[in-house]
């Protein structure tokens, strides 16, 4: 088992040292808390109670959970989401971010560059061109925007492209299907496009509803496989349900519920509407790639009854439920996955950071005291914090121990003057109750 470290339970560190270390981390998690309040926005109660006992009925329902419970389906799941989760040969790229929609929870305005690309575009040709010619593999490509088929030339030269020179790779568009008609259908299906994903905003009026619903049932004509992509907002479930039963009755492959998020921007907007940033807003405080935001409260929830909604009423609709936590992992897969780091770290299967294990102070002497009859060499002192650093697989050898073990997560970062491995979290542990296969 591990303890996750927090505010409310740092006290319980009985060991000094350890506690004044976990103290290094509860202040940088105060300071990220801090900067969210300065926006206007408030964190919500913890509900990860509430959410274990969801999770617990759809394993009763038999729902597939993927990625350590990051990522639940009911029966089908695209295979771009399946290469998602590493994030290796696969690619995603963007004409421009112009776009007609003003939606106020968009979170391209955090993308590099935004200012500059709602304004121009780039040249795609050549970058697909070069991609395609350095490799490696690629075995999944999007576009997506902004808008993509606010340049309709470029968006079909793109998959055109694709199709000549990686006639293998799986690709997939992501539009609103405001500006979509059969035309523009026909062409994409010659330009071997696999996948549509739309999106349906659910504060439109009825009737524009109904004329996305139309052009999705439209491209069923066309495209292999065709789904919607769209974040659970709060209070929204009963809404969402008949959305899952429309889809279902038009007979698209699927639809992937995304945790609901907040962009750092128009903070107005999510507090008018009583929405609270989720309590807390990652297990591992980190610069994500993905520039979606903070996690909104309940918005998980919600997705996890609208799995359930799927599998009781045995939907054949495909529903995946895709939490935030599900998006990063490729990145930190992606920054680990293959790098030379000290034999004391252990990649996690479970998440993709390397762990290690620390105690500190006087637990130090205990430790090292049964390494030396266990014939246990390497492990590391660290003088600066008074840590002792071992393999988490060493674990089962302390079990007579009654000490605290810090368990550490880590990341390797790319420099300018090279690489470091980096310190994110540390948790807890007991040596009687960690189980290596279960916890990590």
């Known amino acids: 088992m591990i303890i996750e470290t927090n505010n409310q339970n740092l006290s319980e560190i009985k060991n000094p040292e350890f506690y004044q270390y976990a103290q290094i981390y509860a202040r940088v998690y105060n300071h990220f808390i801090d900067q969210i309040k300065q926006t206007g926005m408030a964190l919500d109660e913890n509900l990860e109670e509430e959410t274990m006992k969801k999770l617990e009925r759809l394993r009763q329902l038999q729902g597939t959970f993927r990625n350590s419970d990051k990522s639940i389906i009911n029966t089908w799941i695209s295979s771009a989401c399946e290469a998602c989760q590493k994030g ?6 963007y004409i421009s971010l112009m776009c007609h929609r003003n939606c106020y929870f968009c979170f391209n305005p955090n993308q590099e560059d935004y200012e500059h690309y709602t304004h121009n575009k780039r040249d795609l040709i050549s970058e697909l061109s070069q991609l395609i010619k350095q490799g490696p593999k690629l075995t999944h490509l999007a576009l997506t925007g902004g808008e993509p088929l606010l340049h309709k030339k470029e968006m079909l030269d793109f998959f055109r492209l694709a199709k000549e020179k990686s006639p293998k790779t799986h690709t997939r568009l992501y539009t609103s299907g405001d500006f979509l008609d059969r035309e523009i259908l026909q062409d994409l299906k010659e330009a071997g496009l696999h996948e549509i994903r739309f999106s349906i905003k659910m504060e439109d009026p009825q009737h524009i509803k109904k ?11 066309y495209i292999p496989d065709v789904m919607v992509e769209m974040p659970v907002l709060p209070g929204s479930l009963a809404e969402m349900k008949e959305v899952l039963l429309e889809l279902n009755r038009i007979g698209i492959s699927g639809i992937n519920l995304l945790e609901f998020c907040f962009p750092f921007n128009n903070a107005g907007e999510f507090i008018k509407r009583g929405y609270k940033v989720k309590n807390p807003p990652f297990k591992v405080l980190y610069d994500y790639w993905y520039a979606g935001g903070l996690p909104i409260s309940r918005s998980e929830q919600e997705c996890l009854d609208l799995i359930a909604f799927a599998l009781e009423e045995k939907l054949k609709l495909g529903v995946h439920y895709c939490s935030l936590e599900n998006k990063q992992t490729g990145q930190i897969y992606q920054q680990n996955y293959g790098q030379k780091v000290s034999p004391l770290m252990f990649f996690s299967p479970k998440d993709y950071f390397f762990k290690s294990a620390k105690v500190f102070g006087e637990d130090i002497h205990k430790v090292k005291k049964v390494f030396k009859k266990k014939n246990v060499t390497h492990y590391q002192v660290n003088t600066d914090y008074n840590y002792l650093e071992f393999h988490v697989s060493q674990i089962k050898l302390l079990k007579d121990l009654d000490i605290e073990i810090g368990i550490s997560s880590n990341v390797m970062e790319i420099r300018e003057d090279g690489k470091y491995l980096r310190e994110l979290k540390i948790d807890r542990t007991y040596p ?6 279960k916890d990590i």
Not at 88 to 93: D, L, P, S, Y
Request: hydrophobic content about 40%.
């Open 432 to 437: 009687k109750e960690f189980d290596l296969k």
């Open 211 to 221: 004329e996305v619903y139309e052009r999705i049932a439209l491209s069923k004509e």
């Open 88 to 93: 290796v040969g696969t690619v995603t790229m």
